[in-house]
């Protein structure tokens, strides 16, 4: 039998929640207040199109030497401690709350706008083994809310790659290179990505180049987190 909505917020209130980083109070949050609040911010000003601190807020000078394929960069929090935690916990603990939680937070800032959503994919033999794609998750709420079409079925990752992280910074570029397919014609649309992390931008810069070969007109990468450069 389904739980409404008035009975949801009584049994929230009765058995509060625990926060998933301190294990304090959370109400019928997924975090406490201060748990929320600490969650480390990215620097300002940032690059439009990578998304890492520049004086100014202008175009860094990686971007303007070597221009990504894609053409800007939204993100939310530095990927760090415990940003990491809350991610892995919903890619590797099936903690899918977290990706209305992480939507939630992309929502309450600045974002983009575009023709439609296209979530980063995985190989299938990824998706197989973790048995969803997170950033599907992360984009069903973005969609409804922004009201715009999710993109789930037109591009394809042909290449089960090794993990991103698992490589030197200058590794993951050729790790990624062909990667990616699309079937659908993106003419003159301006496609938002999501994603989880952005790290070196390698496999987003990859995907941003495929769906420009597929007529795409804008590229722009919406991600919860971007690691900054050591």
Same mark, same amino acid.
């Given at each position: +039998?389904?739980?409404s909505?008035? +009975?949801?917020?009584?049994?929230?209130?009765?058995? *509060? @929640?625990e926060?998933?980083?301190?294990g304090g109070d959370?109400?019928?949050?997924?975090?406490?207040?201060?748990?929320g609040?600490s969650? *480390?911010?990215?620097?300002?000003?940032?690059c439009p199109?990578?998304a890492l601190p520049? /004086?100014?807020?202008?175009?860094?000078g990686?971007?303007?030497?070597? *221009?990504?394929?894609?053409? %800007?960069?939204? %993100?939310?929090w530095?990927?760090g401690?415990?940003v #990491?935690?809350?991610? @892995?916990a919903?890619?590797?603990? $099936?903690?899918?709350?977290?990706? &209305?939680?992480?939507?939630? !937070?992309l929502?309450?800032? /600045? $974002?983009? &706008?575009? #023709?439609?959503?296209?979530p980063?994919?995985?190989?299938?033999?990824?998706?197989?083994? !973790?048995?969803?794609n997170?950033?599907?998750?992360?984009?069903r709420?973005l969609?409804?809310?922004?009201?715009l079409?999710?993109?789930?079925? =037109?591009?394809?990752?042909?290449r089960?790659t090794a993990? @991103?992280?698992?490589l *030197?910074?200058?590794?993951?570029?050729?790790?990624v290179?062909?990667?990616?397919?699309?079937?659908? =014609?993106?003419? &003159?649309?301006?496609?938002v990505?999501?994603?989880?992390? +952005?790290?070196?931008?390698?496999?987003? =810069?990859?995907?941003?180049?495929s769906?420009?070969r597929? &007529?795409?007109?804008?590229?722009?990468?919406?991600v919860?987190a971007?690691?900054?450069?050591?």
């Amino acid at each position: +039998m389904s739980i409404s909505k008035g +009975m949801r917020k009584v049994i929230s209130a009765v058995l *509060p @929640q625990e926060c998933l980083l301190c294990g304090g109070d959370a109400g019928a949050t997924l975090l406490c207040a201060a748990c929320g609040d600490s969650l *480390p911010l990215l620097p300002q000003p940032l690059c439009p199109v990578c998304a890492l601190p520049t /004086p100014g807020g202008g175009v860094c000078g990686n971007c303007l030497k070597s *221009p990504p394929a894609y053409d %800007a960069t939204f %993100a939310v929090w530095r990927y760090g401690f415990p940003v #990491d935690k809350l991610i @892995q916990a919903l890619k590797y603990e $099936h903690r899918l709350a977290l990706a &209305g939680f992480f939507a939630s !937070r992309l929502l309450a800032g /600045p $974002h983009p &706008g575009g #023709d439609l959503l296209l979530p980063l994919v995985l190989s299938a033999a990824r998706l197989r083994e !973790r048995g969803f794609n997170q950033a599907v998750e992360i984009a069903r709420p973005l969609a409804k809310a922004l009201g715009l079409p999710l993109s789930l079925h =037109d591009c394809a990752r042909t290449r089960d790659t090794a993990t @991103q992280a698992s490589l *030197p910074w200058k590794a993951r570029r050729r790790n990624v290179k062909n990667a990616f397919e699309c079937s659908a =014609d993106f003419s &003159g649309k301006s496609v938002v990505v999501i994603d989880d992390v +952005m790290t070196t931008g390698a496999t987003l =810069d990859e995907f941003a180049r495929s769906l420009k070969r597929h &007529g795409a007109a804008r590229v722009t990468n919406w991600v919860v987190a971007r690691a900054l450069r050591d």
